[in-house]
């Protein structure tokens, strides 16, 4: 009788728990729908991509300024750099030296060479007067042919020990010369990579120099309208570091965008007499005028900067969902004009998307939209 009685005390105190847990539930998500419904739903402001599209009379492309004509200074030989004697910025002239690298191992071998010469230049030359003679004694009937041919091949063979010898002195010399670095041309030392007392690594690059003189805008063109771009045909070039618009002109297309991923460099060339004020590495947009503008479309989905989240190494923006709350997209962007930057993948032309929030929003966040 008492267990029957303490079974009915649980089964009451269970029953109990459960409809207080579902008013719990039941009035939580009352509150939500309140939330969400009244003022407490974070306003924002929503705006809708636009879309350009139509026919252009000029190609847009950024580039950076570059010098016509640069080199990387390095050896083929290992060694400790004892002696540089330029630094980042100083002017330099053609066939000045730059770097000296340790060559004690090097000029040993040359004092072998010379040794290895002279020792080749007597057995030559003697060599050379037993063959002189045997052929005057074979001539006089005097020696055999099969002496004569045994000094041949004995002065023969002298002969191309000696020229061993000397070709083996040329090696040495050219490698005595990558032990002394010169100036290929005259310009403007822009890097320095390692210092006095630093190991040269054969191919390793020591210097930059940049050559002094012409300057051009090296640019990336897409594939779609590298058709309508030719060389020796004028472009627009501006560069707002240096607040110039300068009058160029296409120098040299390259052909294939195998390793530049898929995009075309083109070079455009600046005349000398606009070059004052111009240093490498400026950053310069180039516009190319288009004969066939049939050809040439532009279709592009642009949103404000301000809009755009950044998380990690990913970028985005908030649209609305069809619950009327905020939802994070994922986003890739392309070329910024501006205030208003390019969306490549991920919002379709006229979708509309949070452009401002009067509060911080999270995906699921309720929104009201400000009229």
């Known amino acids: 009788m ?33 939330k969400k ?39 083929r030989v290992m060694g400790y750099i004892t002696k540089l004697n330029v ?72 002969k191309s020990r000696l020229e061993g010898a000397k070709q083996m002195r040329n090696e040495v010399n050219a490698m005595l010369k990558y032990t002394n670095l010169t100036a290929p041309f005259a310009g403007i030392i822009t890097q320095k990579l390692a210092d006095e007392g630093s190991m040269a690594s054969p191919g390793m690059p020591l210097l930059t120099i940049e050559q002094n003189g012409s300057y051009q805008v090296s640019a990336s063109v897409p594939e779609n309208v590298i058709s309508q771009i030719h060389q020796g045909e004028a472009a627009t070039i501006s560069i707002q570091a240096a607040n110039k618009v300068i009058a160029g002109t296409i120098s040299q297309i390259n052909q294939s965008s195998q390793f530049t991923g898929g995009q075309y460099v083109v070079k455009v060339q600046i005349p000398d007499q606009k070059k004052q004020g111009l240093y490498a590495g400026m950053y310069a947009n180039v516009s190319i005028a288009v004969k066939n503008t049939a050809q040439v479309k532009d279709v592009r989905v642009m949103v404000p900067l301000s809009c755009i989240e950044n998380k990690d ?21 392309g070329k910024t004009t501006g ?26 966040s309720a929104i009201k939209v400000n009229n």
């Open 2 to 34: 008492n267990i029957r009685i303490k079974l009915n005390q649980t089964a009451v105190v269970c029953i109990g728990t459960g409809l207080l847990l579902l008013g719990a539930c039941s009035s939580s998500d009352k509150e939500l729908a309140e």
């Open 37 to 75: 419904d009244s003022g407490m739903a974070i306003q924002v402001t929503v705006g809708s991509s636009s879309s350009s599209a139509g026919q252009q009379n000029s190609i847009q492309v950024s580039g950076q300024v570059e010098a016509v004509q640069s080199a990387n200074i390095s050896t």
């Open 87 to 158: 630094k980042v910025g100083d002017q330099v002239s053609k066939g000045q030296l730059l770097v000296t690298i340790s060559n004690q191992d090097i000029q040993a071998k040359k004092g072998q060479t010379t040794a290895m010469i002279a020792e080749a230049e007597a057995a030559f030359k003697n060599a050379q007067k037993d063959h002189e003679r045997f052929t005057a004694l074979y001539k006089q009937q005097s020696a055999s042919a099969k002496e004569l041919d045994n000094v041949t091949l004995q002065y023969l063979a002298a």
């Open 313 to 333: 190494q990913l970028t985005g923006l908030y649209t609305i969902s069809s619950s009327n709350t905020a939802l994070l997209r994922w986003v890739r962007l």
């Open 339 to 364: 205030n208003q930057v390019e969306v490549l993948s991920g919002l379709a032309p006229g979708e509309k998307y949070i452009s401002s929030a009067d509060g911080r929003l999270f995906n699921g």
